[in-house]
């Protein structure tokens, strides 16, 4: 029995990467092979060095130069190397060229597997840090079909070397994860950062597949890197599945909304529509190259200081149902945001907003942290090439709310009007007065006490969604129409 001694504390007691590729290597049944590209064999080096690699090991490769890789894998339609659909080529042939080699008469009890990774480390003049895509596919038991771990990383560190150290160590323990960890996906991903910083690596997408990942939500992983503070946004294609942020934004015109989205209503679609129809006819703008992203702030999906998983899966649902993309971010500030979409894009930007939202823009207590302060704030949210487009707001009175008569504190008074002479702030004009009256907390709250009437107040076949899913507490017909 270990020892213990008073005043010990309980830890984490993380298996060295030595220990993690041995157990691997010692298993007479894990079988498969290493295809390693554009950062040397990092991954596959922790198993040569551990020891008993040769019942492991079947091949280990790195097709660097273009014109092989391209005899091996096929040429890209898009003519690139490091992209998702690369990887999911090498594994695939990979795993082929196993079963084609290996009969299953003579090995009956192996469990195949293909490890690859395609990726892009610094550049010599370090101002990209470059990225990569990272995958295993492979069995748990013989005869069972394959499941897949696919993610996408981005490097922090500006030495190549130390990225490629970074990645081996990734690499480890993702193969050891996916054969031991499977069973709690949650717990897997927090395990890819044994031995790691997340200031040395970001993981910005994650998707599971096959038959032991069969109930496991890919948004909800995603929710997971973000919740956990391995990327500051994950975002999800209108059929809703992870996407890349980088594939969907890049130099693209994009329109923002923030909101809770809890649920969807028919402000919030008109606000949409009305701000996207001014955005497109901007100088700037192509219409075919322009990017809508419906972003909610991991502030709106905490419910008592944690965040609610199943309300943050009926919001994305609904807003992927209706056939949005959706961004899951960190980000509470918005200059955030637009430094986030900078990254990506330099075209010009749109970001559709209430008029509380935009006083919460010039309120000065969000900006303490900064150096620089709301100035600071304000530099890179309206230094970049962006134009707010406001939605009015009905007041208790009947009047109207817009950019000519909000009220923001008195010293912010001279600043917003700067913003507002320069055309960075427009008003949205052509709104349906009819719905400013509608909130999603009493749409809310009357799904909740099961009144009648709240349908009319979303947008078409949002209700039904609520109902057949039983979203956001939504129990029944029977309830729904209760008075």
């Known amino acids: 029995m270990e020892i213990t001694l008073k005043g010990d504390k309980e830890f984490d007691e993380i298996p060295s990467l030595k220990t993690k590729a041995l157990r691997i290597n010692l298993n007479e049944n894990i079988y498969g092979t290493f295809a390693e590209i554009g950062a040397g064999q990092e991954t596959v080096r922790h198993f040569f060095r551990a020891g008993g690699a040769s019942g492991t090991i079947a091949k280990a490769m790195s097709a660097y130069d273009k014109d092989f890789s391209d005899a091996i894998y096929g040429i890209e339609d898009d003519g690139r190397y490091v992209t998702e659909a690369r990887l999911r080529k090498m594994l695939t042939h990979e795993i082929d060229l196993i079963e084609e080699r290996i ?31 990272v995958g295993i596919k492979y069995q748990i038991e013989p005869d069972q079909d394959y499941n897949e771990i696919i993610l996408h990383l981005r490097f922090k560190e500006n030495d190549a070397r ?4 970074t990645l081996g160590i990734l690499g480890t323990n993702l193969i050891y994860g996916a ?18 910083d997340k200031d040395q690596i970001e993981i910005d997408t994650i998707n599971f597949s096959g038959p032991v990942f069969k109930d496991v939500d890919n948004r909800l992983m995603s929710l997971q890197l973000v919740k956990n503070g391995m990327t500051d946004a994950v975002m999800f294609a209108p059929d809703g599945n992870n996407v890349l942020p980088a594939r969907v934004l890049y130099k693209k015109n994009i329109l923002a909304l923030r909101g809770s989205f809890r649920p969807v209503t028919k402000v919030n679609i008109d606000m949409f529509e009305k701000s996207y129809d001014m955005f497109v006819k901007e100088n700037k703008v192509d219409v075919e190259n322009t990017q809508v992203v419906f972003e909610i702030t991991l502030s709106n999906l905490r419910a008592e200081g944690e965040i609610d998983e199943q309300d943050f899966m009926d919001r994305a649902e609904l807003l992927c149902s209706l056939g949005h993309t959706v961004l899951i971010s960190n980000f509470q500030e918005y200059y955030k945001l ?3 979409f900078s990254q990506y894009s330099k075209a010009r930007m749109g970001l559709a907003m209430g008029v509380n939202n935009l006083v919460d823009i010039f309120d000065e207590k969000y900006y303490r942290h900064l150096s620089g302060g709301i100035l600071e704030a304000f530099g890179k949210l309206f230094f970049k090439d962006l134009r707010v487009y406001l939605y009015p707001m009905e007041n208790e009175d009947g009047t109207i709310t817009n950019s000519e008569n909000l009220k923001v504190h008195p010293r912010m008074k001279e600043l917003y009007k700067f913003f507002k002479y320069n055309g960075k702030v427009v008003d949205i004009t052509d709104y349906d007065i009819s719905i400013l009256s509608i909130f999603s907390r009493t749409v809310l709250k009357a799904i909740s006490e099961g009144k009648a009437g709240w349908e009319s107040m979303l947008p078409k076949g949002v209700a039904n969604t609520i109902k ?16």
Request: aromatic letters at 18%; proline letters at 3%; one cysteine or more.
């Open 103 to 133: 009969t299953r008469d003579k090995h009956p009890n192996k469990m195949f597997f293909s490890f690859a990774n395609t990726v892009a480390t610094i550049d010599f003049a370090k101002k990209y840090k470059g990225h990569g895509w």
């Open 468 to 483: 057949e899913k039983s979203l956001f507490g939504c129990e029944s017909e029977e309830v729904i129409h209760k008075e």
């Open 162 to 165: 130390l990225q490629q150290e």
């Open 179 to 196: 054969f031991y960890k499977y069973d709690v996906p949650k717990k897997l991903l927090r395990y890819l950062y044994d031995h790691l």
């Open 338 to 340: 637009v430094e986030y």
